[in-house]
């Protein structure tokens, strides 16, 4: 601070010593005076110089004010190469320029960008505006340059840019959908996808988050609503709570690679009838999980609707740079058909020709699960993702022992 000062003290009696303010001084030197005439909108506000110099100011000639415009110039540059505030500057060369500022106060107005918030209703945008202020070193600068002459100018302004609703949209475009249907399944197991669906639609997962279905979905519990019906457990199809939730993730799994992500999945013990081997996601809650990281510069937004029994993810953000397309190899064991009788637990079935289904046949397939991105129609890489093994479920069907007698009957004449 003692330096800055010094060097002011300096830089003034340099000046001091070069310009003498005297009557012969300012009748040889014209052109000393500084006049705007400053317009916004209509509004206007005239600045004299010498109208604002105080007569008895015995600094006028440290002031530079009866200076030319090269020499106001040279103690401007002198000025300012001491750090000192702007305004402290234009204010002790040209006194009261502060008024300008003052008086067009109302023009200055802070930057406010655009806004996007999504929910299940969908994507809400809200316009900002552009933040405004006065230019007071372009405006003081002017004034230097005006060389005793009036200078009419457009009070200069500064605009900071915001961020517009367009540009917000640029980067909550679609980047992918998929659908499953369920048309076959009962009304506990509907309203079970629809009760999950429900959870994730709507969700943001900001730039450098990880998203967690279970965490979005909660536990899939009767006393949180959900119902029984059938789900895979150990190898084999059973009843229990909360049966269909494994096709929402898997559904949002198959999403979420299209769009551009690989998230971590689990594979069932067995192949699933609503999407191809080696591209489902088995969740249970605190056991298996599905989760991404948003690794992109954007929020992603996650969409999801239940209509006809069938369910559709939509993942929108940023644009993707690749069309993605899902490839499944496989080598398939189809499934045998055993039959038994037993009188004990099935009583019922007396014939051979009565039947029922105790278990539901899978095949066994081994697959290698792939991603295959394309730029335009060029196939650029081809990525394998996954290795899976599914377990063999023989089909058994119980029938009764007794084959039927087939009585024939004479027609009476």
Not at 250 to 270: C, E, M, R
Not at 298 to 326: D, L, M, S, W
Not at 352 to 374: E, F, H, P
Request: proline fraction near 2%; charged fraction near 25%.
């Amino acid at each position: 601070m003692k330096k800055t000062i010094i060097k002011l003290i300096i830089a003034l009696a340099l000046f001091a010593s070069v310009f003498v303010c005297n009557e012969a001084y300012a009748e040889a030197f014209s052109n000393w005076n500084v006049r705007l005439e400053i317009n916004y909108n209509g509004d206007r506000f005239a600045y004299d110089l010498q109208q604002n110099i105080r007569q008895d100011d015995g600094k006028a000639t440290e002031r530079g004010f009866y200076l030319g415009s090269k020499g106001k110039r040279q103690l401007y540059d002198t000025l300012s190469e001491l750090s000192l505030p702007p305004l402290a500057v234009y204010e002790y060369m040209l006194p009261n320029f502060g008024e300008i500022l003052t008086h067009y106060s109302y023009v200055n107005r802070q930057r406010v960008d655009a806004t996007v918030s999504f929910d299940a209703g969908g994507f809400h945008y809200k316009e900002g505006n552009n933040g405004v202020a006065i230019n007071a070193k372009k405006l003081f600068e002017t004034a230097l340059n005006s060389r005793g002459k009036v200078v009419r100018i457009d009070l200069p302004l500064t605009v900071d840019k915001a961020v517009t609703v367009a540009e917000l949209k640029k980067n909550t475009v679609k980047r992918a959908s998929f659908t499953t249907t369920y048309y076959n399944s009962g009304a506990n197991r509907c309203f079970n996808i629809s009760k999950a669906a429900s959870a994730l639609n709507g969700v943001t997962v900001g730039v450098g988050e990880t998203f967690s279905f279970n965490n979005t979905v909660g536990a899939r519990t009767e006393a949180r609503g959900y119902k029984t019906s059938k789900v895979i457990l150990d190898g084999n199809y059973t009843e229990g709570v909360g049966g269909g939730v494994c096709q929402v993730s898997t559904t949002l799994y198959n999403a979420l690679l299209l769009a551009g992500f690989i998230p971590k999945a689990s594979q069932h013990s067995l192949i699933s009838s609503y999407v191809k081997a080696g591209f489902d996601a088995m969740v249970s809650y605190g056991v298996a999980d599905l989760t991404f990281v948003n690794s992109t510069d954007h929020p992603i937004y996650i969409a999801a609707v239940t209509k006809n029994k069938t369910i559709t993810f939509t993942v929108y953000g940023e644009p993707c740079q690749f069309r993605i397309e899902r490839e499944s190899v496989e080598e398939r064991e189809k499934f045998h058909t055993v039959e038994i009788v037993d009188k004990v637990k099935y009583p019922d079935l007396i014939y051979t020709d009565q039947t029922k289904v105790v278990t539901s046949g899978s095949d066994g397939v081994k697959t290698q699960s792939y991603l295959k991105y394309y730029v335009g129609d060029k196939l650029v890489e081809t990525k394998l993702i996954r290795k899976n093994t599914y377990k063999r479920v023989d089909q058994v069907i119980a029938r009764g022992e007794l084959e039927r007698e087939i009585s024939e009957r004479s027609d009476e004449n």
